[in-house]
């Protein structure tokens, strides 16, 4: 009778030691995933640090590319200002010139009359002095300075006139500088913002119209200054930036995302794996306690 119940006492704690044994098992194998799962992720977190780095380079060099971009296309819309500035300044200034000379024209032959008039008189006068009659000396001293006179306010007058000439001839070369910024400028703005053949049409047909306002002397045009505040057309250099810019951005946004995720799995798992560390040596322990138990007994 003692020895059966010693008996069944032994198969009892046998059971014990083997159902701790298999959840020790169990508790081994979950511990030894977890640590998989932790180092799976750890690898995962590194690699997603690189490449949000990666990202982060990419995104610091297109957001520098589109400024450059962007400055650039500033100094071109500003160099337009000026040029349309300097083009309106100069019609006017040619305008004024050319009005200028008009008039000084116009004194010269007024001043030959009025010398024809003098010279004459003092012919006269001079004549009458010759042949006896009785002519004052001062009148004909009057009337000979006064045809002097006259004589070099023509010169003088055809001095001017000849200026007035150098400068509108240096107004139209100005001119002809201006139109050449002017052209030059708009293909430059055209070639950075625009790019479909409408683009290329217009500014075409625009460079046009401004020689042929300068051959008409024509105010000057201010395309430019209209066409500069257009959205740049699809498939523009500048707009290859902003996308690549934007793209950039998208990239290093979706990146950060996923690292962040990636810490979180992390954290998570390696809490789940010290929870697991903890059941499992809680076994392993009382196994060695009911071993110890069992042979003291």
Same mark, same amino acid.
Not at 92 to 121: F, G, M, P, Q
């Given at each position: 009778?003692?020895?059966?119940?010693?008996?069944?006492?032994n198969?009892?704690?046998?059971?014990e030691?083997?159902?701790?044994?298999?959840?020790?098992?169990?508790?081994?194998?979950?511990?030894?995933?977890?640590?998989?799962?932790?180092?799976?992720?750890?690898?995962?977190?590194?690699?997603?640090?690189?490449?949000?780095?990666?990202?982060?380079?990419?995104?610091?060099?297109?957001?520098?590319?589109?400024?450059?971009?962007?400055?650039?296309?500033?100094?071109?819309?500003?160099?337009?200002?000026?040029?349309?500035?300097?083009?309106?300044?100069?019609?006017?200034?040619?305008?004024?010139?050319?009005?200028?000379?008009?008039?000084?024209?116009?004194?010269?032959?007024?001043?030959?009359?009025?010398?024809?008039?003098?010279?004459?008189?003092?012919?006269v006068?001079?004549?009458?002095q010759?042949?006896?009659? @009785? *002519?004052? %000396? &001062?009148?004909?001293?009057?009337?000979?300075t006064?045809?002097? !006179?006259?004589n070099k /306010?023509?010169?003088?007058?055809?001095?001017?006139?000849?200026?007035?000439?150098i400068?509108?001839?240096?107004?139209?070369?100005?001119g002809?500088?201006?139109?050449?910024?002017?052209?030059?400028?708009?293909?430059l703005?055209?070639?950075?913002v625009?790019?479909?053949?409408?683009?290329?049409?217009?500014?075409?047909?625009?460079?046009r119209?401004?020689?042929?306002?300068?051959?008409?002397?024509?105010?000057?045009?201010t395309?430019?200054?209209?066409?500069?505040?257009?959205?740049?057309?699809?498939?523009?250099?500048?707009?290859l930036?902003?996308?690549?810019?934007?793209?950039?951005?998208?990239?290093?946004?979706?990146?950060?995302?996923?690292?962040?995720?990636?810490k979180?799995? @992390? *954290?998570? %798992? &390696?809490?789940n794996?010290?929870?697991?560390?903890?059941?499992? !040596?809680?076994?392993? /322990?009382?196994?060695?306690?009911?071993?110890?138990?069992a042979?003291?007994?």
């Amino acid at each position: 009778m003692g020895q059966d119940r010693r008996i069944s006492t032994n198969n009892k704690k046998q059971e014990e030691f083997d159902s701790l044994s298999a959840k020790i098992t169990r508790a081994t194998y979950k511990v030894d995933q977890l640590t998989a799962i932790v180092s799976s992720l750890t690898d995962k977190q590194g690699s997603f640090e690189m490449a949000l780095s990666r990202a982060d380079d990419r995104r610091s060099t297109t957001e520098a590319d589109l400024n450059m971009v962007k400055a650039l296309v500033a100094g071109v819309k500003e160099m337009g200002r000026k040029v349309e500035r300097v083009a309106q300044q100069t019609s006017d200034a040619n305008t004024e010139i050319i009005v200028a000379a008009k008039r000084v024209s116009e004194l010269i032959n007024s001043l030959i009359y009025s010398v024809e008039v003098i010279d004459r008189l003092a012919l006269v006068i001079n004549k009458k002095q010759a042949s006896k009659k @009785l *002519i004052s %000396a &001062e009148l004909v001293a009057i009337a000979n300075t006064a045809s002097a !006179d006259a004589n070099k /306010a023509i010169a003088l007058t055809l001095t001017a006139l000849e200026s007035c000439h150098i400068t509108v001839v240096s107004g139209t070369e100005a001119g002809s500088i201006t139109l050449l910024e002017q052209v030059r400028n708009l293909e430059l703005f055209g070639f950075i913002v625009g790019d479909s053949s409408d683009d290329t049409k217009t500014i075409e047909k625009e460079i046009r119209a401004i020689k042929n306002s300068s051959e008409k002397e024509a105010p000057p045009s201010t395309f430019f200054g209209r066409y500069q505040e257009r959205a740049p057309a699809k498939g523009s250099l500048q707009k290859l930036f902003e996308d690549a810019s934007q793209g950039a951005i998208a990239g290093y946004s979706k990146d950060q995302e996923a690292l962040a995720r990636v810490k979180r799995e @992390l *954290i998570q %798992a &390696e809490a789940n794996l010290v929870s697991a560390r903890v059941i499992r !040596d809680s076994l392993k /322990a009382g196994l060695a306690a009911a071993t110890a138990a069992a042979l003291a007994a």
